[in-house]
């Protein structure tokens, strides 16, 4: 259990229960999904700033979101505290709709997205996940893991849904809704 704590507090990125008990020297990845949850259960009892949370298709040791404040303060924020309106339009577009096309990227936001798109790159949020059979071969474009952990996501199945952004008008009994005032990227990009 020492053996995976120390690798879990020195990982940089999520690894998967597998790569753990690799390097833990552990019997397999189910033993090391036995040792999180254990792991788990000590940090809760213990009251601890941080615990073991499933992100990006593995795990890593990370502090609880009520600490949040306290974490800005280092000034190592992410990634997406830097990305502006369009490109986070741009990004909730691909992750709802990938593998996407660019010209699909463009149809839906109304605007030359190429020049965004290379900017997620350049982020390591989007990359190209291969070509569409399409008249000139034109490249698809998908999320990557960096971006599953900068939103906190175990994989792409816990993005919001459309109808997360709606709230009921009237009383209880209607099937009547409407936007949320708060707006999102992923609201617009359905």
Request: with cysteine; charged share 25%; hydrophobic share 40%.
């Amino acid at each position: 259990m020492q053996r995976l704590e120390a690798i879990l507090f020195l990982a940089r990125e999520p690894l998967s229960s597998r790569k753990l008990a690799q390097l833990a020297n552990l019997a397999d990845g189910t033993e090391a999904r036995t040792l999180i949850r254990f792991l788990n259960r000590l940090y809760d009892a213990a009251h601890r700033a941080f615990r073991v949370e499933q992100s990006a298709g593995g795990y890593q040791l990370m502090t609880r979101p009520k600490f949040a404040d306290w974490i800005r303060r280092l000034g190592n924020q992410p990634v997406a505290a830097g990305l502006s309106s369009p490109a986070m339009e741009t990004l909730a577009v691909v992750a709802y709709r990938q593998p996407v096309l660019r010209a699909d990227v463009e149809a839906i936001r109304g605007v030359n997205c190429g020049e965004m798109l290379r900017q997620l790159m350049d982020r390591d949020l989007v990359k190209i996940s291969g070509r569409s059979e399409e008249l000139g071969r034109p490249y698809l474009y998908s999320t990557t893991r960096a971006f599953l952990r900068m939103f906190g996501l175990r994989n792409l199945d816990d993005l919001p849904r459309a109808e997360d952004f709606r709230r009921p008008i009237g009383d209880s009994n209607t099937n009547e809704t409407t936007p949320c005032t708060e707006s999102t990227a992923e609201g617009r990009a359905e």
